[in-house]
């Protein structure tokens, strides 16, 4: 089954990071990512630009209206993200958990919806 | 078979159907692999049981026989629904595919119920949801009583469930047992659960009565089923920290519905049975050395039972038990109570300046209980008009009948004290 967790944390900490810290930060996650390739677990992940460069499109009767920033102001922003594959909810915690930024900020992980698979994997729980 | 033999043999079923059908609710889910399918199927089951057992007799092993048969009613309902949608037919193929061997109906039964437990504790669903999930699906209570139970209108709960329900199907959380590694965290939700069901019953958030009896009775239940899957520490803790609570039950509400203190407790109503199980289940978990939190706590209360009349009671203990309860769990309502227990030892004065350091931080600025202690203090030191201030904020804080009675009953009493003066 296939899982999205999407990073959140403070962007301001990435920007007052030292480069040590930044190398830090960048070596562990791409040991991370390695890991999961290795496992299978793997689908795609990127990091974000800051959420200052994100723009929200709405279409409203027919007309296309962009504004700047992102969706919703939060505390901690949008990051990031990875696609995985996991047997339960069980292993996606898991995987989740063992993101970087999971120390510092919140990993969401919502389940994928499959269209016309669901009562298939409905039968597996 | 006869009229009477048919009728002994559906009061049977009633019986079986009150000891047995969370056990095979339990096993049906893991062998069709959905809440829903599986209620369906066990109900189908007790049907066709009060069908043919009045005519044939009990099976040789009912619970196996209802397991059995649900499972054969639920796939032929998936066959039946195929007609409309091609995946159930898929859904049916599996689940008889993966046809049980006779033996593991039986073998699996602890598992299933530990399974049960563990995924209607889940922390990916919400507390609210989890503690509605338990009770209707393990302890089998019906959405209306658990309704009443929480002061909450039964749509309202009846739609908690359906949410929760839909989560562990979509986001497939699985039907299993926690591995040794994650058991510890996972087995403190499973005694959260037990733990507010219990307390909800214990000291009702709102409204008239005190006591709703049966939740705490529910939770002791479960803490006994608890035991006999997993025989953890910290699960006999609780359930010691339960009968020990619950053994005072009698004792600690007047006929007319009021709160009477420990201190004022009439100790021949205290249930003994209940106690003596609980000291004996304390000094197991004691002895364990991996006890926590609601083994010391119990081993608090256990203190208290023991002791014949309030003025025996050893304050040195449970100032000691305190504090190693604050090094395991420091929060300031643990911080609260041993100064209270500290009060007790030294006398009010040592007290009264420690739960005034505690309300200074804040932290317990909307916690009544935390100025209705200072209250007592105050009052007991003969300072009146701190006393009533006290009194007054606890009273602000509080909606739960007796508890205000008892202290607009204080309150009156200090006011006539100051005017007498």
Known sequence: MKYLCLIYDDEKRRATMTKDQLDTMIGEYGAFTESIKKSGQYIGGEPLQPTQTASTVRVRNGKVSATDGPFAETKEQLGGFYLIDAKDLNEAIQVASRIPSAKTGSIEVSPIMAFGAQQASSGTA | ?421
């Not at chain 2, 893991?30 to 199927?41: I, K, M, N, V």
């Not at chain 2, 009613?73 to 949608?85: H, M, N, P, S, W």
């Not at chain 2, 519905?257 to 609980?278: P, V, Y």
């Not at chain 2, 040592?350 to 505690?358: M, N, R, S």
């Open chain 2, 1 to 421: 078979m006869t009229e009477p033999a048919s009728a002994r043999v559906r009061e049977q079923i009633d019986t079986i159907y009150r000891s047995d059908s969370r056990r095979v609710l339990a096993t049906l889910i893991r062998l069709l692999g959905g809440f829903d399918t599986a209620e369906e199927a066990m109900h189908d089951a007790f049907t066709a049981a009060l069908d043919s057992w009045p005519k044939d007799g009990l099976p040789q092993n009912p619970r196996a026989w209802l397991v059995s048969t649900g499972r054969f009613k639920a796939i032929d309902r998936l066959r039946r629904g195929a007609r409309f949608d091609a995946a159930l037919a898929e859904t049916a193929t599996r689940i008889e595919a993966s046809a049980p061997p006779p033996a593991d109906l039986d073998e699996n039964v602890e598992d299933d119920q530990l399974r049960l437990i563990f995924t209607c504790c889940h922390p990916a669903l919400s507390p609210d949801a989890r503690i509605a999930l338990t009770l209707r699906e393990v302890c089998g209570l019906q959405t209306e009583e658990i309704a009443r139970a929480f002061l909450i209108p039964a749509p309202t709960l009846a739609q908690r469930i359906v949410r929760a329900k839909g989560k562990i199907r979509d986001a497939n959380i699985p039907y299993q047992v926690p591995s040794r590694a994650e058991l510890p965290d996972r087995l403190d939700a499973v005694l959260h659960v037990l733990y507010l069901v219990f307390n909800e019953g214990y000291s009702a958030s709102a409204g008239q009565s005190v006591t709703r009896h049966d939740l705490s009775a529910e939770a002791i239940r479960l803490g006994r089923l608890l035991i006999e899957l997993l025989a953890e520490p910290e699960v006999m803790g609780l359930l010691a920290l339960m009968l020990l609570h619950d053994a005072r039950r009698l004792a600690r509400i007047s006929t007319e519905g009021d709160l009477i203190l420990l201190d004022d407790q009439d100790r021949s109503l205290w249930n003994l049975d209940q106690i003596t199980e609980g000291l004996k289940l304390v000094e197991q978990a004691l002895a364990s050395r991996r006890f926590g939190p609601y083994t010391l706590q119990a081993a608090i209360a256990a203190v208290h039972a023991e002791a014949p009349t309030a003025s025996a009671t050893d304050w040195n203990q449970i100032v000691g038990i305190y504090e190693v309860l604050l090094r395991a769990d420091p929060t300031p309502v643990v911080e609260l109570n041993r100064a209270v227990a500290i009060a007790m030892r030294d006398g009010p004065e040592a007290g009264l300046a420690l739960v005034e350091a505690i309300l200074a931080r804040g932290e317990l600025a909307d916690y009544y209980l935390a100025h209705s202690a200072k209250a007592d203090l105050c009052r007991r030191l003969g300072h009146i008009p701190e006393a009533i201030a006290a009194y007054e904020s606890a009273l602000a804080l509080t909606t739960q009948s007796p508890e205000r009675r008892f202290i607009e009953r204080r309150l009156t009493k200090l006011r006539a004290n100051l005017r007498n003066r």
